[in-house]
């Protein structure tokens, strides 16, 4: 694996890798805590997980964290699950999210984008005002810490200073997107009994205005513990019955009040993908999200005072709360509300120089799909203040990596990243002073003791093995809502490798330091003891012209035997001809392995996701094992239930 890009695709020039944060932070860490000087980054990494806590002790010095009262001791009782961060201390996330408003307060601290392009700044000092008047009106909502505060929202700056209003008087925030259906919102909030939801009256997607009014209600009918509902007239309607406006609660100039809460006292509730089964309800702290994302947004990222962040997401998305967090480097983050692709494919990029984004972050998908459409960013729009380009959500393919540097720029820092909802952070990902090889993931994350590990638990370098992290990181769940004996957390992560967090993803530790992530592990592809992950198969079949996108499916059969198909949905005009089938298979077989050149090619209408746009495998997978529909997948975590009817009765026809 290491030997396949021995040369890198980029280099950080000297004058990057000297003015990185993370440069600067390893010569202060020297001097203060014993830091390795030399040896960059892969000698510092190594010291962040041998010392665990003296780095996590750097990290809140550097970044000025205010501890309310003091800590005990960085880490207490270090076995996971359960392991105890910063006992003692007090503080608050939403504070250190405004600090900038002290002295920066007419600069923005947000600027909102929808479907015209044009930008529309939120400054710092009426950010910290709006959150002031809000918390207030919350506290006398009788919003006590602990609470749970919801919003049905869209990625608008309102729903930025709901969560901040909530954290500064320890509310828990929660949130999902306006394009969930009821029931999918319903399968999460009802877990966690909210008091306060924020919601609007719709939202605009692909230049057409949609309607949520009648979700709303139901919402409420089927919330009882909601004590107050706010109305956000983003389509101009008026609230409903009972409804408190969201402009009466804002308009107060009041100073924020931020609660002073224990470093494991929930943040906000994430939700898994729940394929199957009630989503899981993940909590993170304020303390363990506080500390993470500093090192992540302002050591891996480089952000800082004079960066703009934009992220392409959903409030529904893990990387909204990420892309918030930005707030704690100080960062302008640019909120975009509306369709990826509209009224083009390119319409990211024109977001991005219109916003004189500096990170700008996407999904690996809308890469591949710009590449496919014949999109040229450089050529059309003016991106000379955009550093990196960042993608997760997938794998982002050797071809991704290769369309960036030259449809881009070739001094562009290109970071694929990999993490999770469950840790609202990246494993492995950007590092502003290594090269980038393409189709690698940089190197693992500081802090994270991130390996490969074999069937037998021993780690494993330039082999395939699971994603384990062998010690605590501070953004690891404190529990699963609804979880009292933590049975369910502890199966999660904790079932195969006791004491050892596993992921379920297979990746490649390479000999030079750098991650490959092959897809989920719990979907591998075994032809004849030979693994390969399932992104591996998608990168290369996908590269072909006629393929809008692929799903392909290993099937353990009852007679011992193994059945691979590889469903295909075809780009418009394609047809799934002799001439297609040879060169899909000849693709596969040539660049990846014969063992896994499908039994059959099958062409879909279709290839189903879950809300946040990962291909569902297992769930296929169950239905055509046999699996009932409504046994096999939870219908509101699916992007489109329909598609699933074409599997289902591919099985019956099967069997």
């Given at each position: 694996?290491?030997?396949?890009?021995?040369?890198?695709?980029?280099?950080?020039?000297?004058q990057r890798i000297a003015r990185a944060q993370v440069t600067r932070f390893q010569t202060w860490a020297a001097?203060?805590?014993?830091?390795?000087?030399?040896?960059?980054?892969?000698?510092?990494?190594?010291?962040?997980?041998?010392?665990?806590?003296?780095?996590?002790?750097?990290?809140?010095?550097?970044?000025?964290?205010?501890?309310?009262?003091?800590?005990?001791?960085?880490?207490?009782?270090?076995?996971?699950?359960?392991?105890?961060?910063?006992?003692?201390?007090?503080?608050?996330?939403?504070?250190?999210?405004?600090?900038?408003?002290?002295?920066?307060?007419?600069?923005?601290?947000?600027?909102?984008?929808?479907?015209?392009?044009?930008?529309?700044?939120?400054?710092?000092?009426?950010?910290?005002?709006?959150?002031?008047?809000?918390?207030?009106?919350?506290?006398?909502?009788?919003?006590?810490?602990?609470?749970?505060?919801?919003?049905?929202?869209?990625?608008?700056?309102?729903?930025?200073?709901?969560?901040?209003?909530?954290?500064?008087?320890?509310?828990?925030?929660?949130?999902?997107?306006?394009?969930?259906?009821?029931?999918?919102?319903?399968?999460?909030?009802?877990?966690?009994?909210?008091?306060?939801?924020?919601?609007?009256?719709?939202?605009?997607?692909?230049?057409?205005?949609?309607?949520?009014?009648?979700?709303?209600?139901?919402?409420?009918?089927?919330?009882?513990?909601?004590?107050?509902?706010?109305?956000?007239?983003?389509?101009?309607?008026?609230?409903?019955?009972?409804?408190?406006?969201?402009?009466?609660?804002?308009?107060?100039?009041?100073?924020?009040?931020?609660?002073?809460?224990?470093?494991?006292?929930?943040?906000?509730?994430?939700?898994?993908?729940?394929?199957?089964?009630?989503?899981?309800?993940?909590?993170?702290?304020?303390?363990?999200?506080?500390?993470?994302?500093?090192?992540?947004?302002?050591?891996?990222?480089?952000?800082?005072?004079?960066?703009?962040?934009?992220?392409?997401?959903?409030?529904?998305?893990?990387?909204?709360?990420?892309?918030?967090?930005?707030?704690?480097?100080?960062?302008?983050?640019?909120?975009?509300?509306?369709?990826?692709?509209?009224?083009?494919?390119?319409?990211?990029?024109?977001?991005?120089?219109?916003?004189?984004?500096?990170?700008?972050?996407?999904?690996?998908?809308?890469?591949?799909?710009?590449?496919?459409?014949?999109?040229?960013?450089?050529?059309?729009?003016?991106?000379?203040?955009?550093?990196?380009?960042?993608?997760?959500?997938?794998?982002?393919?050797?071809?991704?990596?290769?369309?960036?540097?030259?449809?881009?720029?070739?001094?562009?820092?290109?970071?694929?990243?990999?993490?999770?909802?469950?840790?609202?952070?990246?494993?492995?990902?950007?590092?502003?002073?290594?090269?980038?090889?393409?189709g690698e993931l940089q190197a693992p994350g500081l802090g994270t003791d991130l390996q490969s590990w074999d069937?037998?638990?021993?780690?494993?370098?330039?082999?395939?093995?699971?994603?384990?992290?062998?010690?605590?990181?501070?953004?690891?769940?404190?529990?699963?809502?609804?979880?009292?004996?933590?049975?369910?957390?502890?199966?999660?992560?904790?079932?195969?490798?006791?004491?050892?967090?596993?992921?379920?993803?297979?990746?490649?530790?390479?000999?030079?330091?750098?991650?490959?992530?092959?897809?989920?592990?719990?979907?591998?592809?075994?032809?004849?003891?030979?693994?390969?992950?399932?992104?591996?198969?998608?990168?290369?079949?996908?590269?072909?012209?006629?393929?809008?996108?692929?799903?392909?499916?290993?099937?353990?059969?009852?007679?011992?035997?193994?059945?691979?198909?590889?469903?295909?949905?075809?780009?418009?005009?394609?047809?799934?001809?002799?001439?297609?089938?040879?060169?899909?298979?000849?693709?596969?077989?040539?660049?990846?392995?014969?063992?896994?050149?499908?039994?059959?090619?099958?062409?879909?209408?279709?290839?189903?996701?879950?809300?946040?746009?990962?291909?569902?495998?297992?769930?296929?997978?169950?239905?055509?094992?046999?699996?009932?529909?409504?046994?096999?997948?939870?219908?509101?975590?699916?992007?489109?239930?329909?598609?699933?009817?074409?599997?289902?009765?591919?099985?019956?026809?099967?069997?």
């Amino acid at each position: 694996m290491s030997t396949l890009n021995p040369e890198p695709l980029w280099r950080p020039d000297p004058q990057r890798i000297a003015r990185a944060q993370v440069t600067r932070f390893q010569t202060w860490a020297a001097e203060r805590h014993g830091a390795p000087s030399t040896g960059g980054y892969p000698a510092l990494h190594r010291w962040s997980v041998d010392e665990l806590e003296t780095f996590w002790t750097a990290v809140t010095e550097w970044f000025d964290v205010r501890f309310s009262t003091p800590y005990a001791r960085v880490l207490g009782d270090r076995s996971m699950p359960g392991a105890q961060w910063f006992a003692g201390a007090t503080l608050n996330y939403a504070e250190h999210a405004l600090r900038a408003a002290t002295t920066r307060a007419d600069e923005p601290a947000l600027l909102y984008v929808d479907e015209t392009h044009e930008p529309q700044p939120v400054t710092w000092g009426d950010l910290r005002r709006q959150v002031g008047s809000l918390a207030a009106e919350l506290r006398a909502l009788g919003v006590r810490p602990g609470d749970r505060v919801s919003g049905y929202l869209p990625n608008i700056p309102q729903a930025v200073v709901a969560l901040l209003a909530t954290a500064a008087v320890g509310g828990v925030w929660t949130s999902c997107a306006p394009d969930f259906g009821a029931r999918s919102v319903l399968d999460r909030f009802q877990q966690v009994e909210p008091v306060v939801l924020f919601t609007v009256d719709g939202y605009r997607y692909g230049g057409k205005e949609h309607d949520r009014r009648d979700v709303v209600a139901e919402l409420r009918r089927e919330l009882p513990t909601l004590r107050a509902v706010v109305h956000i007239p983003l389509l101009g309607t008026e609230g409903p019955e009972g409804a408190l406006e969201w402009s009466a609660l804002t308009t107060a100039n009041e100073e924020p009040v931020f609660e002073p809460v224990p470093f494991d006292h929930p943040l906000w509730v994430l939700y898994s993908s729940g394929t199957t089964g009630l989503p899981k309800a993940i909590v993170q702290s304020q303390g363990g999200i506080l500390v993470e994302h500093l090192k992540q947004l302002g050591l891996h990222c480089d952000l800082g005072p004079d960066d703009r962040f934009f992220w392409y997401t959903s409030t529904g998305w893990m990387m909204w709360n990420f892309l918030v967090s930005g707030l704690l480097t100080g960062t302008t983050i640019v909120l975009y509300d509306g369709s990826p692709g509209y009224p083009d494919t390119a319409a990211q990029w024109r977001i991005a120089e219109r916003t004189g984004a500096t990170l700008y972050g996407t999904s690996a998908a809308y890469v591949m799909a710009c590449r496919k459409a014949g999109v040229h960013p450089s050529r059309d729009f003016d991106l000379s203040t955009v550093q990196c380009v960042a993608t997760t959500g997938s794998p982002l393919p050797p071809d991704g990596f290769r369309w960036l540097h030259d449809e881009v720029r070739d001094d562009l820092w290109i970071a694929s990243v990999s993490g999770g909802t469950d840790v609202c952070s990246c494993f492995a990902g950007a590092v502003p002073t290594l090269p980038v090889h393409t189709g690698e993931l940089q190197a693992p994350g500081l802090g994270t003791d991130l390996q490969s590990w074999d069937a037998d638990g021993h780690p494993v370098i330039d082999e395939v093995g699971e994603l384990v992290v062998t010690n605590p990181m501070p953004s690891m769940p404190v529990r699963f809502w609804n979880d009292p004996d933590g049975s369910r957390y502890h199966d999660s992560y904790f079932d195969t490798y006791p004491g050892v967090w596993r992921h379920g993803d297979w990746i490649t530790v390479t000999s030079r330091g750098s991650v490959v992530i092959h897809g989920r592990s719990d979907s591998t592809l075994n032809r004849q003891g030979v693994r390969m992950g399932s992104a591996d198969i998608y990168e290369v079949v996908e590269r072909l012209p006629e393929i809008k996108e692929s799903l392909v499916i290993g099937i353990e059969q009852p007679d011992g035997g193994y059945w691979m198909p590889l469903f295909v949905h075809l780009a418009p005009g394609a047809a799934l001809d002799e001439a297609l089938l040879g060169r899909i298979k000849q693709a596969i077989r040539e660049q990846l392995s014969p063992r896994h050149v499908p039994d059959e090619v099958i062409e879909v209408p279709g290839v189903p996701h879950t809300l946040t746009g990962k291909r569902i495998e297992v769930p296929v997978k169950r239905l055509l094992q046999g699996t009932p529909l409504e046994k096999a997948v939870n219908p509101g975590s699916i992007d489109n239930l329909d598609l699933l009817h074409f599997y289902e009765e591919l099985a019956r026809n099967r069997t």
